[in-house]
């Protein structure tokens, strides 16, 4: 591909993306909390819902959340945050999953286990004759189940207390598609949405949130035989580098081409499901 065609690409994912030029964190949260403000007065619900994982996106969408109902309730509407635990068994980085919560303040704090529906539904899978080729794909599958089940855990409470279920995909992953589709991927308000990892970053800084959790290693944390994997090893591309790209900095051939086709790949998971 020519220099000017890889450079129109590179621009052309950004801005399907919805990443901007320009970036200011205090701007990008006051029009990010009024986004959800606005979606939960406007549609006449009554409460936002959101799985706290102890990772950096969670953190800033669960305060964004929090800030967005506090401004709706001075507004005169009813409204709560509903922050959810939702740890496969026990999750070995439950201390940061609890300093989220500290600094997130939320109205409402419960927990769904989501281990016995998770492995109840890969043994009936079993049960049926499914065959995995190996262990570890097994594995990655139940992943996905893992990421499923927590999406049925907030919907239950967003049809419980008629709320909306927030995401937190944001730019970096939208351009990877590294989400589990139906899964994390399943959302009704992706505040996050158009912010690279180090834009997520910085609004985390801004927001005043533990210096730990700002810093934190990305992870999905889904396959139970490769706990705590950095996402960026699972990618093999590192954030800087999708950032840089979405930013419209320069990056090496190697990484450009690594996006471009994961991009490529991943295209069916940020549409709906198509028909005929
Ligand atoms: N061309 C196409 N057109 C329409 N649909 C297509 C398709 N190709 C696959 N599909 C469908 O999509 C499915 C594959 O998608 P999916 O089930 O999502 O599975 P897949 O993309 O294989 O796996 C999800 C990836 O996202 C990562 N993840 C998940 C959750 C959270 C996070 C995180 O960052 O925290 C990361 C996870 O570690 C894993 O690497 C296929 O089984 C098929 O049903
Ligand atoms: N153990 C968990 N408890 C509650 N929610 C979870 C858990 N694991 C994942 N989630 C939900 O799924 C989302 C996607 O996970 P993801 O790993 O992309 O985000 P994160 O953990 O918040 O941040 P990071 O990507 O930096 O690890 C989380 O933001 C959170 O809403
Ligand atoms: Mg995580």
Redesign the pocket.
């Known amino acids: 591909m020519s220099e000017p065609a890889s450079i129109a690409l590179q621009q052309e994912i950004a801005r399907q993306l919805g990443v901007d030029q320009v970036f200011n964190a205090e701007q990008e949260i006051e029009r990010r909390v009024a986004f959800l403000t606005e979606r939960l007065t406007s549609t006449g619900l009554r409460c936002l819902v959101?799985?706290?994982?102890?990772?950096?996106?969670?953190?800033?969408?669960?305060r964004l959340c929090q800030l967005a109902v506090e401004r709706a309730r001075a507004a005169g509407h009813e409204a709560r945050f509903h922050a959810?635990?939702?740890?496969?068994g026990v999750?070995s980085d439950e201390h940061d999953?609890r300093l989220?919560l500290s600094f997130i303040r939320p109205d409402h704090v419960l927990t769904v286990d989501?281990k016995p529906a998770s492995d109840s539904a890969l043994e009936a899978t079993l049960a049926a004759g499914v065959g995995f080729r190996d262990v570890r794909h097994q594995d990655f599958v139940h992943g996905n189940i893992?990421?499923r089940q927590?999406m049925i855990a907030?919907y239950a409470v967003a049809g419980a207390y008629d709320g909306l279920v927030?995401?937190?995909?944001?730019a970096a992953?939208a351009a990877t598609g590294?989400?589990t589709k139906f899964?994390?991927g399943a959302a009704d308000l992706v505040p996050l949405a158009g912010l690279t990892?180090r834009r997520?970053r910085a609004l985390a800084e801004a927001l005043g949130a533990p210096g730990g959790l700002v810093r934190?290693?990305?992870?999905?944390?889904?396959e139970s035989l490769d706990a705590g994997k950095a996402?960026e090893d699972a990618l093999g591309i590192t954030y800087d580098a999708i950032d840089d790209f979405l930013e419209g900095k320069a990056v090496d051939k190697r990484d450009f081409d690594t996006l471009v086709h994961r991009y490529r790949l991943t295209e069916h998971k940020r549409r709906l499901p198509s028909g005929p």
């Open positions: 959101l799985g706290i994982s102890g990772g950096v996106d969670s953190t800033v969408a669960g959810m635990r939702l740890p496969y999750q999953a989220a989501i893992k990421a927590r907030q927030v995401g937190t995909d944001q992953e590294f989400f899964g994390d990892k997520v934190k290693i990305p992870t999905a944390d889904l996402d």
